[in-house]
T-cell receptor
Framework: AQSVTQLGSHVSVSEGALVLLRCNYSSSVPPYLFWYVQYPNQGLQLLLKYTSAATLVKGINGFEAEFKKSETSFHLTKPSAHMSDAAEYFCAVRNAYNQGGKLIFGQGTELSVKP | GAGVSQSPRYKVAKRGQDVALRCDPI?????LFWYQQALGQGPEFLTY????????KSGLPSDRFFAERPEGSVSTLKIQRTQQEDSAVYLCASSPPRRVGVNQPQHFGDGTRLSIL
């Protein structure tokens, strides 16, 4: 079984400040991990994905995430927040062995950016 | 088109009516997924197709929900005798053919927002 927990349903930062969105996962098989962003009334856009080739993954818009197996974590960071980063962020996991594996999503974290 | 296309974007129906939601995946993508996203929640898996075969329908909440992909391209999610708890955003996603050792992500459409009155 797999599950995802996102700590903090709402995170607020000032423009230019560090963004840290937390994700912990549970998986009985090797996981593939993802971060998606969702803007209002839109679908999910892939930010980055973990594929086991490297533990530090760089994505679009300056975001990156680090896979820590010992902590079962895949936290998302960005050094300097921009107003346009305000959105809902979802961490997701799926079974690495099953290409048809469904994504299991966390509850989401809403990021607010203050000017 | 370049992305996953879903229609309609918004659908309002009265309780008890049947609805049909359409998904047009990215060309060449053999895998197609449907998810349900309730307000303020993360998406939850409904069903999965590989080409025309429905390989996993474990997430469908009841027998009122039915999905098909007869020619392995466009898919339709049908909900019969709709109820208020069916109100949600229905997301469709597709992914490319499988490659060993490659983490193929799912590409999402903008969803259909279904409101049951």
């Amino acid at each position: 079984a797999q599950s995802v927990t996102q700590l903090g349903s709402h995170v607020s930062v000032s423009e230019g400040a560090l963004v840290l969105l937390r994700c912990n996962y549970s998986s009985s098989v090797p996981p593939y991990l993802f971060w998606y962003v969702q803007y209002p009334n839109q679908g999910l856009q892939l930010l980055l994905k973990y594929t086991s080739a490297a533990t530090l993954v760089k994505g679009i818009n300056g975001f990156e995430a680090e896979f820590k197996k010992s902590e079962t974590s895949f936290h998302l960071t960005k050094p300097s927040a921009h107003m346009s980063d305000a959105a809902e962020y979802f961490c997701a996991v799926r079974n690495a062995y099953n290409q048809g594996g469904k994504l299991i999503f966390g509850q989401g974290t809403e990021l607010s950016v203050k000017p | 088109g370049a992305g996953v296309s879903q229609s309609p974007r918004y659908k309002v129906a009265k309780r008890g009516q049947d609805v049909a939601l359409r998904c047009d995946p990215i060309s060449g993508h053999v895998s197609l997924f449907w998810y349900q996203q309730a307000l303020g929640q993360g998406p939850e898996f409904l069903t999965y197709f590989q080409n025309e075969a429905q390989l996993d329908k474990s997430g469908l909440p009841s027998d009122r929900f039915f999905a098909e992909r007869p020619e392995g391209s466009v898919s339709t999610l049908k909900i019969q005798r709709t109820q208020q708890e069916d109100s949600a955003v229905y997301l469709c996603a597709s992914s490319p053919p499988r490659r060993v050792g490659v983490n193929q992500p799912q590409h999402f459409g903008d969803g259909t927002r279904l409101s049951i009155l």
